[in-house]
């Protein structure tokens, strides 16, 4: 056996590295394919076809969750709560909802009434 050889039988089987990433062995297949999953490597196997394997660093990194990452002012960004009271103690109005009455559809509308 060689050292590279030897170097991949700690490396992670396919279904390992998908159960530990929690996505599908397809998902996995297509995101290295894509460039954006673990490294892949093949493990010959004596008498069997080559078995894929993924490196563990790499299936560690990308199993860690990801700290989300916000533009200031984003829509999307976390914002902090808005007080019921203006700093003069006046309650802050609230925008009602738009309501739709008859007057703003059309005439065919109307006439089903």
């Known amino acids: 056996m060689t050292a590279n050889a030897n170097h991949l039988e700690t490396?992670?089987?396919?279904e390992e590295a998908a159960a530990r990433?929690?996505?599908?062995?397809?998902?996995l297949r297509r995101k290295t394919a894509a460039g954006e999953g673990p490294e892949k490597r093949e493990?010959?196997?004596a008498g069997l076809r080559p078995e894929?394997?993924?490196?563990?660093d790499d299936v560690a990194r990308l199993a860690a969750p990801a700290q989300p990452v916000f533009a200031p002012g984003s829509a999307i960004?976390?914002?902090t709560p808005v007080p019921a009271r203006c700093s003069t103690g006046h309650r802050r109005a609230r925008r009602q909802p738009q309501r739709r009455d008859r007057r703003n559809r059309g005439a065919?509308?109307?006439?089903r009434g």
Do not use: D, F, K, M
């Open 21 to 27: 990433l929690g996505i599908s062995e397809r998902t």
């Open 77 to 79: 960004a976390p914002r």
């Open 43 to 45: 493990r010959q196997r």
């Open 11 to 14: 490396w992670l089987t396919e």
């Open 52 to 56: 894929s394997v993924y490196n563990p």
């Open 108 to 111: 065919a509308a109307r006439r």
